[in-house]
């Protein structure tokens, strides 16, 4: 564990709500009665900014969000397999904007559904095992990750179909990886983070070459060279139990586990001896009952907050960037009293949806003052 | 020796070109019980050849063997025979002494020592010195039934005994402790023999002894006849006492002991005589029973298989061939191997012998009531580069660890040269398919069998033998079906002939194109990136499974060496061209360094010379393979010379 020095201790937020913002239930859908593990709305696309997605179960639907609380069906997929539970998705998209939806899960294969023709565009296997997080490269929205329960976490070009990198080995993942994230403005970096307790911080920088291949590689996706990125830049054991999501805020991270809290922290690696390295744990962000695990949190598109559900289907808004963290709001409702397992913030944050355990959405929405 | 059938076996049998007639030879005959098509017996022959190769592979390392054996051979050995070995249990009583008026405690106790006589010239006139090899005492006599009433000593075979006896120095004492003192040396004297435990430490002083010597006893014994057949023999004798002032004696590390005769008495009168029962039997020999002392001339022929079954050590082993619906069968005795020869003692001793030393064969064992047997089959799956072709010498193959064996063998001209030691294995029939064989089919064979016998007078006995066993096993699998052992073991013979006919055709039509269409069917995945191939890809002769890419290796092995704290700039350098080298060039076994260094002395040379500092790590680093023994002194030079060339080359340059 991370010891902190004297006058370092992190700053732990006050759980009495700031009442900054409020938000409201102005609706609830039933979308069928097996828990939505993932929902997440289109950032990668600006005229899409009010689609989201949820997976659950062999489904996969595309919502819009209209004024007035209203949720609008466009688009639901199902996958033949009766066995396939998707577990996370992420919104992507071709090199010519045609937004597209990648979606994985249990059986291991990442489906590339063209949301634009309703088609199913690809179908990455290369997983030894169920897929528990894709993320997309806002930079490079062609460009998605996948984390896997076969300690593997690997990079895909969705427009060419091509496995590129393999990010497992001898510095891998000692066991599932459970979360995988972008750097916001470093292309090269990703961190990944899993049951073995640790976060990973991996760099491209050296791969880049076949990163840029891929793009242009016009024969059978098969024969692409893809290499294995054997050792991170970085390993931090900040917690002491399966970490279950990370995301980085600027070049701090914020991760957490099953400890009722969201964690920022700084990575800081030593010049003569990269895989090393000190962390400093900045801020800590508490949420009750939150101690199972597989509860993930979303941001708005600018990383000013964050949201993230309980075991009790309560849902708090932190506010992520001031010092010491404030929380936004605390929503419950009555009816929700099951799991959130993800929550999906708007463009703005000012619409927060969340899935339920039960199949159930939640729209809550900001009270205008 | 073992084997009723091996009567052609000859160990001094050199050479590869005989192997196909002796194995003939010592798988005993051909049966004739299954009826062949000369067509297939022809088959059938050459799929016994599959034996040829091992047992002579199993031969060459029992010839070895012979002049080197193994440690757990030889001490297998040496405890054979030491269980086997006959001795002489000689039992003495005292019943009684012959003197009227003598009182039992003027005897008792009475010391019985097994002695030999030291010679003459070591001690002086009037004395006698013996040598104690063994001790008893007896406290009471013989009627008395009380403990101690007999001493009993284990002595060598008689024919072992003829040359003791001829020297006549060992004899047996008895002495009575008589007078007694505490002597202060006693103790010394006899704690180092455990044989001589018996012996209170007061021994010594006056005392009354007689002497009877192993010679009369064995001249005695070998007028017995009966002896040798287990009987005992008993004698009765007097023994006469004289009375000797008794000192024990250490002379070297042996406890001797001394009798003087006093010099006044001047004739040598005894004092006393006792009675003394001398009871003798054989020992050892009774775990042999009296079959195993016959020759096998003296045996009538109508009852050698009734021996054979009888005689514990005898195993039976049916080798299978012809895809295991035949079988040869040889019978060894003592639990001897087929193949070394080695006797394994029980046959326990034999399954684990048979299965670590042999194991280019598979053994099913099965022991029942009447005999233990042993099925054995070759092992076809494990070829090794053991087995090579007729005419290719082992030694100019390349060693190398083959991947894909199955190619390997399929080669042509292997397949032709080496055709007789691939063997076409099918799964033995299951046990429904092979009940179709009826009672009758067996009789019938049966019949065959014996008429065969009939006609045939001059074959060898082995051969009876085998009919024998063979027949039998068929009259009781008949009259007792509940014996599934020998159930169990004729199954496959009598499967034999619909086998034979399935086989073939499987073995011959196995179509080509077929494999192909499933090679198309099937979706594969390249084992690094796990990602589905195209066909195309699959059929491609290119195979980049095994590819290192270098850059990223290199790359690896920099942020490896960067993890270390405690190691310089330069050094990390060193180590890291070191490493990329040494990927580059596979170096993978000691004896690859000298060249490595000096390759590497040239390539990187003009490079080194020009940082001094890396130059040194790269000579301390072959000094530190020098320190392991992996570099000579002299390449060690080579590379300095090769340096400094560089050095000389570059510095009027840079002047």
């Not at chain 2, 046990?431 to 009758?440: F, K, L």
């Amino acid at each position: 564990m991370v010891k902190t020095a004297l006058g370092c201790e992190p700053v732990v937020g006050s759980l009495t709500p700031s009442k900054k913002r409020e938000y409201k239930v102005s609706n609830r859908v039933q979308e069928g009665k097996r828990p939505l593990y993932a929902i997440a709305f289109n950032f990668v696309d600006a005229r899409y900014y009010n689609v989201f997605a949820t997976v659950g179960g062999n489904r996969v639907t595309i919502y819009q969000c209209l004024e007035g609380g209203v949720i609008a069906v466009l688009q639901a997929y199902v996958d033949e397999d009766k066995e396939e539970s998707f577990y996370t998705l992420s919104w992507a998209c071709n090199l010519d904007g045609t937004p597209f939806l990648v979606a994985g899960g249990y059986n291991g294969i990442i489906r590339v559904i063209d949301a634009g023709s309703e088609n199913i565009h690809k179908s990455f296997v290369g997983h030894g095992e169920s897929i528990n997080e894709i993320r997309t490269q806002a930079l490079k929205p062609s460009l998605v990750v996948s984390a896997s329960k076969d300690e593997s976490v690997r990079l895909w070009n969705v427009h060419t179909g091509i496995c590129i990198l393999i990010f497992a080995g001898a510095g891998g993942h000692r066991n599932e990886v459970l979360s995988v994230d972008f750097h916001p403005s470093d292309m090269y970096r990703i961190a990944s983070c899993g049951m073995d307790n640790t976060v990973k911080i991996w760099s491209m920088k050296e791969f880049w070459t076949y990163v840029e291949k891929s793009f242009t590689w016009t024969d059978l996706p098969s024969k692409f060279p893809t290499k294995y990125v054997q050792f991170p830049v970085f390993t931090a054991s900040v917690h002491s139990n399966y970490v279950d999501c990370n995301r980085w805020l600027g070049d701090f991270i914020l991760s957490k586990s099953v400890d009722n809290e969201i964690v920022l922290w700084e990575p800081k690696t030593k010049e003569q001896s990269p895989g090393e390295g000190v962390v400093d744990i900045l801020q800590k962000y508490p949420v009750p009952e939150c101690d199972i695990w597989f509860i993930k949190f979303s941001c708005d598109f600018h990383y000013n907050a964050a949201a993230i559900g309980n075991r009790e289907g309560k849902i708090f808004v932190w506010e992520l960037q001031s010092s010491p963290p404030v929380l936004i709001a605390r929503l419950s409702h009555v009816q929700c009293k099951l799991a959130i397992r993800q929550t999906a913030m708007s463009f703005d944050g000012s619409t927060i949806l969340s899935c339920c355990e039960d199949g159930t959405i939640w729209r809550w929405d900001a009270v205008i003052s | 020796m073992p084997g009723l059938t091996l009567v052609a076996r000859e160990t001094t049998n050199l050479g590869c070109n005989c192997n196909r007639s002796r194995a003939g030879d010592q798988m005993c005959h051909q049966e004739s019980k299954v009826h062949l098509s000369s067509e297939e017996a022809i088959a059938a022959e050459e799929s016994l050849s599959v034996y040829c190769k091992p047992v002579e592979l199993y031969n060459i390392l029992q010839r070895r063997a012979l002049r080197n054996p193994s440690f757990l051979q030889r001490c297998l050995h040496y405890k054979i025979e030491a269980k086997q070995k006959k001795r002489m249990q000689m039992t003495i009583s005292l019943s009684g002494i012959v003197n009227a008026g003598a009182q039992a405690q003027d005897v008792l106790p009475l010391y019985v020592l097994l002695a030999r006589a030291v010679p003459d010239n070591m001690v002086e006139k009037h004395s006698v010195a013996y040598r104690l090899s063994r001790a008893c005492v007896l406290t009471a006599f013989s009627e008395s039934g009380r403990e101690r009433s007999q001493a009993t000593f284990i002595m060598p075979e008689l024919n072992k005994l003829l040359a003791e006896a001829k020297s006549g120095s060992l004899s047996v004492l008895l002495v009575t402790s008589g007078e007694t003192r505490v002597s202060s040396g006693e103790n010394n004297l006899l704690k180092d023999h455990s044989d001589l435990a018996s012996i209170p430490s007061k021994f010594g002083g006056q005392c009354l002894w007689g002497k009877l010597p192993v010679d009369s006893l064995y001249s005695a014994w070998e007028k017995c006849a009966s002896l040798s057949l287990g009987h005992r023999s008993e004698m009765l004798l007097t023994i006469d006492m004289w009375s000797s002032f008794l000192e024990p004696s250490c002379l070297d590390v042996d406890s001797c002991i001394t009798f003087q005769t006093p010099h006044t008495s001047g004739t040598t009168n005894s004092l006393r005589q006792v009675k003394v029962n001398v009871l003798a039997h054989e020992v050892g020999a009774k775990e042999r029973s009296p079959y195993e002392s016959y020759a096998y001339n003296d045996v009538p022929t109508s009852s050698l298989s009734q021996i054979i079954r009888l005689r514990t050590g005898n195993v039976i082993f049916n080798y299978r061939y012809y895809d295991n619906t035949l079988q040869k069968t040889e019978v060894t005795e003592d639990f001897s191997c087929p193949f070394c020869l080695v006797q394994c003692a029980s046959f326990k001793g034999l399954r684990y012998h048979l299965s670590s030393s042999h194991d280019l064969f598979n053994f099913e064992f099965w022991v029942t009531e009447e005999y233990q047997a042993v099925n054995v089959s070759v092992k076809t799956d494990i070829w090794r580069s053991e087995i090579v072709a007729d005419g290719v010498d082992p030694r100019h193959q390349t060693f190398l660890f083959c991947s894909k064996p199955r190619r390997l063998r399929r080669s042509k001209s292997q397949l032709q040269n080496a055709k007789h030691v691939h063997a076409h294995v099918t799964k033995m029939d299951s046990p429904e398919a092979a009940g179709e064989g009826s009672h009758e089919d067996f009789m019938e064979k049966d019949a065959d069998g014996s008429s065969n016998k009939l006609e045939n007078k001059k074959v060898s006995k082995a051969l009876f033998g085998e009919y024998h066993m063979q027949s039998r096993k068929r009259v009781s699998e008949c009259c007792h079906p509940e014996n599934p052992c020998a159930l169990e073991s004729m199954e496959p013979v009598a499967s034999s002939s619909n086998m034979f006919a399935k086989t073939r055709k499987l073995s011959v039509e196995r179509p080509d194109p077929r494999n192909h269409a499933l090679l198309q069917k099937r979706q594969f995945f390249h084992s690094h990136r796990a990602q589905p191939m195209e066909l195309e890809q699959v059929y491609s002769d290119q195979d980049s499974e095994d590819e290192v890419d270098d850059d990223i290796a290199d790359f690896e092995d920099r942020r490896l060496l960067d993890d270390f704290v405690d190691v310089t700039k330069d050094e990390k350098q060193i180590m890291h061209l070191w490493n990329s080298f040494v990927r580059k060039q596979r170096v993978l076994a000691d004896g690859h360094i000298p060249w490595a260094c000096e390759a590497f002395s040239k390539l990187h040379g003009p490079d080194l010379v020009q940082v001094p500092a890396l130059i040194w790590c790269w000579r301390l680093f072959m000094i530190k393979l020098w320190n392991h023994n992996l570099l000579d002194a002299r390449t060690m030079n080579n590379c300095n010379i090769i340096l400094e060339s560089y050095q000389e080359r570059s510095d009027p340059k840079q002047s």
